[in-house]
């Protein structure tokens, strides 16, 4: 189990499924920071200490969609393998994409795990039950 406060970078797009994912981790009491990137180059700059307004600590985990404007979450799963510092970052793809070649690439890049967003429950309550226990269960880098 983790003694660090895990911290999750939710990189995605859409207010509303940023908003809905930030209200599920409220609702069902799961209190772990969450810092939000609208796209891959957004986040890297936060993963990389480079933003001038958002940090992230470690350990983190990264929330990725995969269809988003100037870097999409594939371009941005191949700069985080890429680089040294942030290889070893772990990432949970969260999309509206249910096809088996998207979900094939995205495993290809050892993604954690790869979750469509209409399968995560009601108000995303599946996602807030598996982050909280993920947290309490898994030591991090």
Request: net charge negative; glycine share 4%; hydrophobic share 40%.
């Amino acid at each position: 189990m983790t003694e660090d406060r895990l911290t999750i970078l939710l990189v995605d797009d859409d207010d509303v499924a940023a908003e809905s994912v930030e209200r599920s981790l409220k609702r069902h009491n799961v209190n772990l920071p969450l810092v939000v990137a609208e796209d891959g180059a957004i986040a890297l700059q936060i993963l990389r200490g480079e933003h001038p307004t958002r940090t992230l600590g470690r350990p983190h985990i990264i929330l990725l969609d995969l269809n988003m404007p100037r870097m999409n979450g594939f371009e941005f799963l191949q700069e985080v393998r890429a680089d040294q510092n942030l290889r070893d970052s772990v990432v949970f793809v969260l999309t509206t994409s249910n096809t088996e070649t998207d979900r094939t690439r995205a495993y290809h890049e050892h993604i954690a795990g790869y979750m469509v967003k209409s399968a995560v429950g009601p108000q995303f309550s599946k996602l807030a039950h598996l982050l909280a226990d993920y947290h309490t269960s898994v030591c991090l880098p």
